[in-house]
């Protein structure tokens, strides 16, 4: 797809890591079509890992994910999916490739400084969660 939805997590944005990350992702070729810095309640961090119900770091990400202001955008390149989520590397930092966000800007697993959509459908569902249409840009240069 051509569209991603990320975060910068509550971690990196405590850490005033945001302008740093957003340089990466604009070099890499990225533009930002929709950005705001907001906060997810438990609720709604729940409701957003939703499909991660049940697995042992549930709680863990949920509470870490609504513990202070994100950073939350809908990114535009060709390819955009899967390109970012080589930009941002492996979901373990320790597994992470040189250069990649979360090798250079995260501390662990669960704080990995960003997320990445997986898939065209969870992208669309992740915008909506966070952005009216207002608030989108798409046809702009
Ligand atoms: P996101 O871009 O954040 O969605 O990461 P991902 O797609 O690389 O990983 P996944 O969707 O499988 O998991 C979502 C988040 O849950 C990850 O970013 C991690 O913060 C956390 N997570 C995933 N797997 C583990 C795990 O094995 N242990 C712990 N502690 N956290 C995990
Ligand atoms: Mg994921």
Do not use: W
Not at 3 to 20: D, L, Q, S, W
Not at 51 to 62: A, E, I, Q, S, T
Not at 99 to 128: I, M
């Amino acid at each position: 797809g051509n569209r991603t939805f990320t975060m910068i997590k509550p971690g990196a944005v405590r850490k005033n890591y945001e302008g740093a990350i957003l340089k990466m992702i604009n070099d890499a070729g990225f533009k930002i079509r929709a950005m705001k810095l907001t906060r997810m309640s438990t609720t709604q961090a729940g409701a957003f890992y939703e499909v991660h119900k049940g697995k042992p770091f549930y709680d863990n990400l949920v509470k870490f994910m609504s513990s202070g202001p994100i950073v939350a955008a809908i990114l535009e390149k060709e390819n955009a999916i899967e390109d970012f989520r080589k930009l941002i590397g492996a979901t373990n930092p320790e597994n992470a490739a040189e250069g990649t966000v979360r090798k250079l800007f995260a501390c662990s697993v669960t704080e990995n400084a960003v997320h990445g959509a997986d898939s065209d459908e969870n992208a669309t569902r992740e915008a909506d969660f966070f952005f009216s249409t207002f608030e989108r840009f798409y046809d702009y240069e």
